[in-house]
């Protein structure tokens, strides 16, 4: 749609450095979604962000990355502990190393794959989107923040295709 390349050409510099391959393809003819969405860059403006936003998450998190979000881990134990629904995609070598504490560690669905190459929140009050730079590894630098419906359900269509297609039990 016309609204979809506006969103391209309005975000020309990102897309030219951003490899988007990892989006399948209905997911890419919908990139739109995501016009709404904030660009943050600074591994410290991201952190800052999400920790902020991470206090208005009710009632799920859906997670994909190639590391577990370690600096989140005293909100994510709290989280659990009010009974959030947390999903998490990681690498298969972290698949038996968890920072979490045991009570907590069998409140998360994991999942893994061999190689993951973006990363994904999703949850009921905000979303994020980081994908690969032109080195082929997650751009941590610069994430696409969004907090509409429409933003989020594209960042939880993109969650669920790697769930359900891409990776597989711990």
Known sequence: SISDLNFISERSGYFLNHDTSQIPLDLLGQIGALSTGEIITGVF?????????????????????????????????????????????????????????????????????????ISVIATDSFSLLELPGQDGKIDQNTAIFGYDDRFRDWCKKLFQYYWAAKSYPC
């Open 45 to 117: 403006n991201i952190l800052n962000t999400h920790e902020k936003l991470g206090n208005g998450i009710k009632s799920y998190m859906w997670y994909i990355s190639d590391d577990f979000p370690r600096h989140h881990l005293p909100n994510i134990e709290r989280k659990l502990e009010e009974g959030l629904e947390i999903r998490v995609i990681l690498p298969k070598d972290m698949c038996s190393t968890s920072p979490l504490s045991e009570k907590n560690r069998k409140k998360i669905e994991n999942k893994v794959m061999d190689e993951i190459k």
